[in-house]
């Protein structure tokens, strides 16, 4: 896909639900890190220096920068495997939520404690298992 193309993929409303939307999104962002995991460091910097006008962010300049050579560090480090640095998945989780019509409105409802505790085991705690399997 171009870059348009992508775009219009990751973003169109009317296709389906906001859920599919997010995973359209997901799949854009997982197809830009496989691509630029066969780049070197230079063409890594050089691309985020071309795209960085259009990102909007609350970052500050630096932070941003920052968060870019964080990122460069982590896809061209020798023998990392992306799947394994990049964690994604749809919040809320899948069966913690439902559909309801509290507010005269189409909205949903949500097993707050349940998305808590399954987000906070998706990034802390498969993290402690690799950790403790290192120091095993």
Do not use: H
Request: aromatic share 12%; charged share 25%.
């Amino acid at each position: 896909l171009s870059g348009y193309q992508a775009l219009w993929y990751a973003r169109i409303r009317k296709l389906d639900s906001d859920f599919n939307r997010t995973q359209r999104q997901r799949k854009v962002i997982a197809a830009v890190v496989e691509k630029a995991k066969g780049m070197g460091v230079s063409e890594l910097i050089s691309t985020a220096k071309a795209v960085a006008p259009y990102v909007e962010t609350t970052l500050s300049e630096g932070d941003f920068w920052s968060l870019v050579f964080s990122l460069v560090s982590c896809v061209t480090k020798n023998g990392a495997d992306m799947n394994e640095l990049l964690v994604s998945a749809q919040l809320p989780f899948e069966d913690t939520w439902w559909y309801s019509s509290e507010w005269d409105g189409s909205s949903i409802s949500l097993n707050l404690d349940e998305n808590r505790a399954l987000l906070y085991s998706l990034l802390y705690e498969e993290a402690e298992e690799e950790v403790t399997e290192a120091d095993e």
